[in-house]
């Protein structure tokens, strides 16, 4: 089977219609979203309710009459409080999945995603968990926020907070369901496993993967993991797109910025398990 990947799109108009017509002109019957969707700028809480009702209805509604499977969740830039509503109109569409802690099977193959990551230096903090080990990074917020319905909550103390109260990434991990034939079976995980190059910043050298994901892909040995979050990995000196932890090839394309006139995806060939890394012109 054949797959076309791609992550942190958010919200650019242009990188969802070029990835819809490189999947019908590859003849590809299944797109995977990898997380952060949604518009990130200006007011989130009246963008992305709009983005998710207008363009991303629309888009299903165009992926199912070419008959392509569209395998989806949301990432930490997409707030916790539009979960409901990306639900339902998810649930419109017979093609569309949101696999956010769920399973799918579709073709013979398992696919089982996570969007939980660790503790970054913005004030957001949806999905944000913590590790038995994670050190917390130097904030660039003074008031963290996790959003609600109207707006956000405030956590003035965010680094007590998060030693004391955010839930660890292995229990997130162990929730997750059980696959029936690891060797099919493809994890999307937002957040990259620690060690691997494929969370490399641009701005530090370091690598801000998860030791908790990594000792989980060890484990369990899937066919495939697939991750995203952060988007200037794969073309740093230092970075990797793809790498391995035993047997499970571990993907991270990366992605170009808002409005960039380029857009990064993944072409999976599952059954040959040859993956190839490609970018192009979106117009």
Not at 88 to 104: D, H, L, S
Not at 111 to 122: R, S, V
Request: hydrophobic share 35%; aromatic share 10%; charged share 25%.
């Amino acid at each position: 089977m054949k797959a076309l990947y791609v992550t942190d799109l958010h919200g650019d108009k242009n990188k969802y219609r070029k990835s819809l017509d490189i999947a019908v002109e590859e003849k590809i019957s299944v797109i995977i979203n990898g997380g952060d969707m949604l518009p990130k700028l200006g007011d989130r809480h009246m963008e992305q309710p709009l983005f998710i009702q207008g363009f991303l209805r629309d888009y299903f509604s165009e992926l199912q009459r070419h008959n392509i499977t569209y395998l989806a969740m949301l990432g930490n830039d997409d707030l916790l409080a539009v979960d409901s509503l990306f639900e339902e109109v998810c649930g419109e569409f017979e093609n569309v999945y949101n696999i956010a802690g769920r399973k799918v099977c579709v073709g013979g193959y398992e696919f089982i995603g996570m969007n939980y990551i660790l503790d970054h230096p913005f004030g957001c903090k949806d999905r944000v968990v913590t590790e038995i080990q994670y050190i917390p990074q130097r904030q660039l917020s003074p008031v963290a926020v996790v959003s609600n319905a109207y707006g956000y909550d405030r956590i003035y103390n965010w680094l007590e907070f998060s030693r004391t109260e955010l839930p660890h990434m292995c229990d997130i991990l162990k929730k997750l369901p059980e696959p029936e034939n690891l060797q099919q079976t493809v994890y999307v995980m937002h957040m990259p496993p620690a060690g691997l190059r494929l969370g490399q910043l641009l701005y530090q050298d370091s690598d801000i993967g998860s030791v908790d994901i990594y000792d989980f892909i060890k484990e369990k040995q899937p066919l495939l993991s697939l991750h995203g979050h952060i988007h200037e990995a794969p073309d740093m000196e230092k970075g990797k797109w793809i790498n391995q932890i035993y047997h499970t090839a571990c993907i991270q394309t990366g992605q170009t910025e808002l409005d960039d006139k380029k857009v990064v995806y993944a072409e999976l060939d599952l059954q040959k398990q040859e993956y190839l890394r490609k970018i192009v012109n979106v117009k």
